[in-house]
């Protein structure tokens, strides 16, 4: 009878223990599928960007991005070689995969009539962006014409001067070469997209040892139609300024 009531304890002990890992396991799945769905949406987050001009994407070779745009996408454009960059579009989705080193813009026109301009850039497979939804407050082609209707060359290169950015133009960074020859290197600092019309910031620097002025008189860019220096001798062997040109 010892031996017997000695199991039968066994077995009460063994049922409490049952019920408590029957009470401990939905709690330990339900703490797993918290784990794994916060790790799920770190993995997958989307980057939500919001749209203010020119908007710089960093892809990686081999390796898939996807752009989700505002509104439906109807057609997009772009200069680089198809079998550089692979491009689909669905519905509001546009996406992206480079098979080789390249650079270059993509636009995208949506439904209601707004173009999207993206500067694709190659990064390291973990610096590329992998999901984007694209935000935007920017305004339609229409009123963006009538906004810079009365925008002149001249209106222009106050506004850049005076480092203000007029309704309907859009900002973005510069950093390319514009000229350059043995005494001058001239870089396009800001750019200002005005539609039809073009504003550059821009940095002349002189050769050091060169002791020749700037020849606005000669300097030639297509489509220039009004340039400003702050000191056309650059002095200190630099000077910023301004051009216009018609956008290309």
Sequence with gaps: MKTAGRYDRQISDFRFEMSGLKLFCPILLLALSSMILALYSIVTATEIIEYKGIQTI???????????????????????????????????????????????DLYVVTRDNRQYVFSLIIVPPEQRHKEIRLVSHVIGAKERIEKLRALTPLGLIK??????????????????????????????????????????????????????????????????????????????????????????
């Design 58 to 104: 960093r892809l990686s070779v081999g390796q898939a991005t996807s752009i989700e745009m505002p509104s439906e996408i109807t057609t997009f454009i772009t200069g680089i070689d198809q079998n550089l960059l692979s491009m689909e579009y669905s519905g509001k989705r546009v996406y992206l995969q480079p098979l080789s080193l390249i650079s270059g």
């Design 159 to 248: 506004s850049m001067t005076n480092n203000e950015v007029p309704e309907g133009v859009e900002v973005s960074e510069g950093g390319f070469i514009l000229y350059k020859d043995e005494d001058f290197t001239v870089k396009a600092l800001k750019v200002y997209n005005a539609m039809s019309l073009q504003g550059l910031v821009i940095e002349i620097v002189r050769k050091e040892g060169s002791i020749k002025p700037f020849p606005i008189k000669d300097y030639y860019l297509e489509g220039i139609i009004a340039i400003s220096l702050k000191d056309k001798f650059l002095k200190g062997g630099a000077t910023h300024g301004y051009i216009v040109r018609y956008n290309q």
